[in-house]
Antibody, heavy 119, light 107 residues
Framework: QVHLVESGGGVVQPGRSLRLSCAAS????????ICWVRQAPGKGLEWVAL????????SYADSVKGRFTMSRDNSKNTLYLQMNSLRVEDTAVYFC????????????WGQGTLVTVSS | EIVLTQSPGTLSLSPGERATLSCRAS???????LAWYQQKPGQAPRLLMY???NRATGIPDRFSGSGSGTDFTLTISRLEPEDFAVYYC?????????FGGGTKVEI
């Protein structure tokens, strides 16, 4: 059974950093691209970043480019999102989601981790 | 960037009724690469449809998708109590990936 479990969320001051993790199980992690999608409180979904199955290709939304870095450790079945220079507008629940092979839509999602950026 | 506009914002219906949700794109969605997701409060999104009209695994056939180009529709033929949720469309034909703002289907 496919599972994605996010962790690392919390309350952080503007300008500080936070690293999120997404632990995967129940499938061959190294075969799949994974993305991060966030949802501000009471708002809709926003795609944040995507990383290819082997970690060599990454893409980011303009809103986070240059501040967020996505990486993965296929030996640990874990995905990371390093978030630097955090802003109040980055406050959201962050979901990791598995991409359907070579398709850019997402069939399994984690339950999310809440990041609150506040002074 | 392709902007997806969903309408209506809220749809108030009763169990057994038909729901018709619209997703309009600011430009043509490449190869009809459009998906729909369902999200209930406090839960992660759930994939319903991909490629406009293909149901994801385990999705009942009361859900159907149609459309092409810039206009897409998700139809729920007869609402069940568990269908009351927020629905999002997503285009994956061009970068950046984008989602619509959502339609809430409420009782």
């Amino acid at each position: 059974q496919v599972h994605l479990v996010e962790s690392g969320g919390g309350v952080v001051q503007p300008g500080r950093s936070l690293r999120l993790s997404c632990a995967a199980s129940g499938f061959t992690f190294s075969d799949y691209a994974i993305c991060w999608v966030r949802q501000a409180p009471g708002k809709g979904l926003e795609w944040v970043a995507l990383i290819s199955s082997d970690g060599t290709h990454k893409s980011y939304a303009d809103s986070v480019k240059g501040r967020f870095t996505m990486s993965r450790d296929n030996s640990k079945n874990t995905l990371y999102l390093q978030m630097n220079s955090l802003r109040v507008e980055d406050t959201a629940v962050y979901f990791c989601a598995r991409e359907v092979l070579d398709s850019y839509y997402f069939d399994y999602w984690g339950q999310g981790t809440l990041v609150t950026v506040s002074s | 960037e392709i902007v997806l506009t969903q309408s209506p914002g809220t749809l108030s219906l009763s169990p057994g009724e038909r729901a018709t949700l619209s997703c309009r794109a600011s430009q043509s969605v490449s190869s009809n690469y459009l998906a729909w997701y369902q999200q209930k409060p406090g839960q992660a999104p759930r994939l319903l449809m991909y490629g406009v009209s293909n149901r994801a695994t385990g999705i009942p056939d009361r859900f159907s998708g149609s459309g092409s180009g810039t206009d897409f529709t998700l139809t729920i033929s007869r609402l069940e109590p568990e269908d009351f949720a927020v629905y999002y469309c997503q285009q994956y034909g061009s970068s950046p990936l984008t989602f619509g703002g959502g339609t809430k289907v409420e009782i």
